[in-house]
């Protein structure tokens, strides 16, 4: 019997476009879809997949939610809490573990540097505590952390929520432009990859590179944020520029508003420390690893830009 492959939870952009990908490489019998609303897989369930709920948010939910899988991607918790975002994956991968999970992908970010264990980013935070209690584990399930690397489509996010459709004169941001940058990937590519390194795994187990194991997964080159912006404005067809200013006037800024806040708690200072990791460079990066996996060059920032903005 062809080992089973659970995707938890099976929606959000990476989760669907992991599934995507997936349905290229295996049957749809192999798959296990795990979310909060699997119906939007019907139409893979008709076909032979196995759709379940189950949701971070109600514990209760993941004790049988993986039963029968074997290899399980686990895709990160979508909060910016660090506490309760450590404890909901504790669960899931306990939940796992008593369903008889062989070996979990995780689905971890691509701050820290190359593959260290240390991040100014309080982004990071969840997904450092997670990879060493992956790795204390090891005796009972085994895993591959994913690090996947920065969307290019999450400038928003690193650029004061630049609205393409109206965009502002100038980015107020904590950080000059300059310097070291972030080596963009397009949120697809890293979903393809994904998908191929949990079959890499499945087809030849014993001789996986990555068990027990980070892998970085990171765009074909690093750009920085004054670049980054540039790229923006010639997409959108106005020049934008960069205006450094104190994380104490960012926290302030009127159209940040409720964009941190997270479970009623506003963490727009703690997001601040994401561009301190960029200027330390621990975003910059840039790791062979997708390029090997694809077998092919991944799509520059540019080319991902202006299709997304077109």
Same mark, same amino acid.
């Given at each position: 019997?062809s ?6 939870p099976?929606?959000g952009g990476l989760?669907?476009?992991?599934v995507?990908? $997936?349905?290229?490489?295996v ?7 795990i979310?909060?609303?699997p ?5 893979l369930?008709?076909?032979? +997949? ?5 949701? !971070?948010?109600?514990? #209760? ?17 979508? #909060?910016?809490?660090i ?8 669960? &899931?991968?306990?939940?796992a573990?008593? *369903?008889?999970v062989?070996?979990i992908?995780?689905s971890?970010?691509g701050?820290a540097?190359?593959?260290?264990d240390?991040?100014v +980013? %309080?982004?990071?935070g969840a %997904?450092l505590?997670?990879e060493?209690?992956l +790795?204390e584990?090891?005796?009972k399930v085994t ?7 920065l969307?290019?489509?999450s400038?928003?996010?690193y650029?004061?929520?630049?609205d393409?459709a ?11 432009? &300059? ?6 990937v397009?949120?697809?590519?890293l ?9 890499? !795994?499945?087809?030849q ?6 068990l027990?194991?980070k892998v ?8 920085s944020?004054?670049?980054t912006?540039d790229i $923006?404005g010639? +997409?959108?067809g106005?020049? $934008?520029?960069?205006?450094e200013?104190s994380?104490?006037e !960012?926290?302030r800024?009127t ?7 997270y %479970?009623?708690v506003n963490l #727009?200072r ?6 301190? &990791?960029?200027?330390?460079g621990e975003?910059?990066?840039v *790791? ?8 092919r060059e991944p799509e520059? !920032?540019?080319n991902t830009i202006?299709?997304?903005?077109r």
């Open positions: 019997m080992p089973r492959i659970g995707v938890f099976a929606s989760g669907t476009s992991i995507n990908h $997936l349905t290229k490489l049957s749809a019998s192999q798959l296990v879809l979310a909060r609303n119906d939007k897989w019907t139409r369930g008709q076909a032979g +997949a196995t759709l379940r709920k189950a949701d !971070y948010d109600q514990p #209760s939910t993941l004790d049988n939610a993986f039963d029968g899988v074997d290899v399980l991607i686990l895709i990160s918790y979508a #909060s910016f809490e506490r309760r975002r450590v404890e909901v994956h504790q669960l &899931a991968i306990q939940a573990i008593k *369903s008889g062989k070996h992908f995780y971890s970010l701050f540097g190359d593959l260290t240390h991040s +980013a %309080h982004v990071m %997904h505590e997670t060493r209690f +790795a584990i090891t005796d895993y591959t952390s994913v690090r996947e690397g969307y290019s489509e400038f928003p996010i650029t004061a929520w630049l393409p109206n965009p502002p004169t100038e980015i107020t941001i904590p950080h000059s432009g &300059a310097g070291p940058g972030v080596s963009w397009k949120r697809d590519e979903g393809e990859a994904t998908a191929k390194l949990i079959v890499g !795994y499945i087809d187990p014993k001789k996986f590179d990555y027990n194991k970085l997964l990171t765009g074909q080159r690093a750009i944020l004054a670049e912006v $923006l010639r +997409a959108i106005k020049p $934008l520029k960069i205006r200013i994380v104490d !960012y926290v800024l159209q940040i508003g409720d964009k941190h806040t %479970h009623g #727009s703690e997001w601040a420390t994401a561009w301190e &990791a960029i200027k330390q975003t910059a990066v *790791s062979p690893a997708i390029k090997e996996i694809l077998g520059s !920032y540019e202006q299709a997304l903005i």
